[in-house]
């Protein structure tokens, strides 16, 4: 029997939209300050969609980004994967308009809806696309559009949410090529359901004046609990992950954490042994993108030099749900 065939990223792209909301706008919104969202979070400013935009929108520009990039055709794709908690509708699925937009023909996909891990269970579901030799170029987005579900009364939530999007184009390595996808660890513990959540508008509470007026339709979040949630499986799911492939911390050359919260990436870092100059940390100029955070510090780590062909990088997340996951992958760009 043939080895599985390993799945390597062979191009990036990213894509956010330019209006900005900085800081000093959301002092005239809400209580708070400057000096208050950046102590606790570490954002300055997130990127918001203009009126009329939605979450295909940016994941096809993002996509496009991605293929011109590698210098091939949308009509090359097979599959088609997208990550949001913010589709357009409930259905069609987002993967369908992206699909259209883009014009990808005889392609089949889907959505996947982790929250902040999204990006990761995507990328391994396309991986494995890959690895069972059935498709060779599998397309996977993480985009959201989260100042459509944001309530901008409510100061702890507001600071930290902005819309991007981002894509990785997968493709087999070759026979003996160390790039690629080495493992993952992901996990999902539905009891921190209630922490982090938005209470109306599928079936258990479908859209009712009654939702409307609770404003039951953004985001709800009990914000020490996912804290410490993340701050502690944040820490021991890459632990698991190197640890099994035997890997330290010293061995990984580019960590790309979810970019929630600035005491999160800074706490998991140091906890795990961490250079911080090989710890990606951009969520100051995007704020929380939930399922893009991955892939749009994948482009700013390239661009800074921390990956290239061979680096072993690692990547986690955690998420509503709660989700959680990490990744370990060789580069090979």
Request: aromatic fraction near 6%.
């Amino acid at each position: 029997m043939n080895p599985p065939v390993r799945a390597k990223i062979t191009a990036v792209g990213t894509y956010v939209p330019p209006r900005l909301l900085t800081n000093a706008d959301l002092e005239k919104l809400v209580e708070t300050s400057n000096d208050w969202i950046l102590t606790r979070t570490g954002i300055s400013e997130r990127h918001m969609v203009e009126p009329g935009k939605a979450t295909s929108d940016m994941a096809v520009e993002a996509a496009r980004n991605c293929l011109e990039h590698r210098g091939i055709d949308a009509t090359t794709i097979e599959a088609l994967l997208v990550a949001t908690v913010t589709p357009d509708m409930l259905f069609p699925s987002t993967a369908c308009l992206v699909q259209h937009k883009l014009g990808v023909p005889q392609c089949w996909g889907f959505d996947v809806l982790a929250a902040c891990s999204g990006f990761l269970y995507a990328l391994a579901a396309g991986a494995s696309l890959i690895s069972a030799g059935t498709h060779r170029r599998v397309l996977v987005i993480g985009a959201d559009t989260m100042t459509s579900i944001i309530d901008y009364t409510d100061r702890a939530t507001c600071i930290l949410f902005g819309d991007g999007a981002g894509a990785v184009l997968l493709e087999p390595a070759e026979p003996g090529e160390e790039a690629g996808l080495l493992d993952f660890h992901h996990q999902i513990e539905g009891v921190g359901g209630s922490s982090l959540y938005m209470p109306a508008g599928g079936s258990h509470r479908p859209a009712s004046h009654e939702t409307v007026d609770k404003r039951e339709h953004f985001v709800h979040q009990e914000g020490q609990a996912v804290f410490k949630y993340a701050v502690l499986k944040m820490y021991e799911i890459c632990q698991t992950v190197l640890s099994r492939n035997g890997f330290t911390a010293d061995d990984v050359d580019c960590f790309i954490p979810h970019q929630a919260n600035l005491r999160i990436i800074q706490s998991t870092g140091e906890r795990l042994g961490l250079d911080p100059k090989r710890v990606i940390v951009n969520i100051g100029k995007y704020g929380n993108t939930t399922a893009a955070t991955i892939p749009l510090a994948m482009k700013d780590a390239h661009e800074q030099g921390l990956l290239h062909p061979g680096a072993l990088v690692l990547l986690a997340a955690v998420g509503a749900g709660y989700t959680c996951g990490a990744q370990l992958l060789r580069w090979a760009i």
